[in-house]
Nanobody, 127 residues
Framework: QVQLVESGGGSVQAGGSLRLSCAAS???????IGWFRQAPGKEREGVAH????????YYVDSVKGRFTLSQDNAKDTVYLEMNSLKPDDTAMYYC?????????????????????WGQGTQVTVNS
């Protein structure tokens, strides 16, 4: 089992940046880690996922070129660097981990494929 704790959310102006952190309770090397978000009244949607230790990350089109997923293996922490933020990016952001690697980085991350979730961190982008 893996416990995940997100941090780094906040309120920024459109065009600004934030870096979210996801600290894991155990080694995440060779695990599939994803970032998701959920806006009020909407379903949770996948943003990006990556095989930790690999070199490729899948991003959904709406964040491609603006968001970057990275990891610090020494700290068992995954980051989501968010630049050029838009009001549409306003949501609760969650990181998640999965036991199975099947389907990792293959298309939009699906909530049903992930086994462990953090409590979320709120991101608000003001216009």
């Amino acid at each position: 089992q893996v416990q995940l704790v997100e941090s780094g959310g906040g309120s920024v102006q459109a065009g600004g940046s934030l870096r979210l952190s996801c600290a894991a309770s155990r080694n995440i090397h060779r695990r599939c880690i994803g970032w998701f978000r959920q806006a009020p009244g909407k379903e949770r949607e996948g943003v990006a996922h990556s095989y930790i230790g690999g070199s490729y990350t899948y991003y959904v089109d709406s964040v491609k070129g603006r968001f970057t997923l990275s990891q610090d293996n020494a700290k068992d922490t995954v980051y989501l660097e968010m630049n050029s933020l838009k009001p549409d990016d306003t949501a609760m952001y969650y990181c998640a981990a999965r036991e199975s690697l099947t389907g990792c980085i293959a298309g939009t991350p699906q909530t049903t494929a992930f086994d462990y979730w953090g409590q979320g961190t709120q991101v608000t982008v003001n216009s």
